[in-house]
């Protein structure tokens, strides 16, 4: 399944950016979608996720309170950055996991956050 990102940009700290990816394709109803990032030289780490009914939201603690992620369909999902801040920069990958794959990545949009 292709994932399509798009959103990403050059904010300063503080500002607002939202994110927004789709798959191309029609996908399982059961399936959770989210967001990784990866900053220059790091891991690439969880940043949110849920699940196609929209219960139940995961975030990680970095994020917790500045992001909402949410979904509009089954093959939809964004995510809302407010407050934003120089550490929040990296490109931000689109995640799709159903039951029968191991988990799709979209190529990834970049979100640059000046101080």
């Known amino acids: 399944v292709q994932l399509v990102e798009s959103g990403g940009g050059l904010v300063q700290a503080g500002g607002s950016l939202r994110l927004s990816c789709t798959a191309s394709?029609?996908?399982?109803?059961?399936?959770?979608m989210g967001w990784y990032r990866q900053a220059p030289g790091k891991q690439r780490e969880l940043v949110a996720t849920?699940?196609?009914?929209?219960?139940?939201p995961n975030y990680a603690d970095s994020v917790k309170g500045r992001f909402t992620i949410s979904r509009e369909s089954a093959y939809m999902v964004y995510l809302q950055m407010n407050s934003l801040k120089p550490e929040d920069t990296g490109v931000y990958y689109c995640?799709?996991?159903?039951?029968?794959?191991?988990?799709?990545w979209g190529q990834g949009t970049q979100v640059t956050v000046s101080s």
């Open positions: 995640w799709l996991k159903t039951l029968t794959n191991f988990g799709d």
């Open positions: 394709e029609p996908i399982p109803s059961m399936n959770v």
């Open positions: 849920v699940a196609a009914s929209g219960d139940s």
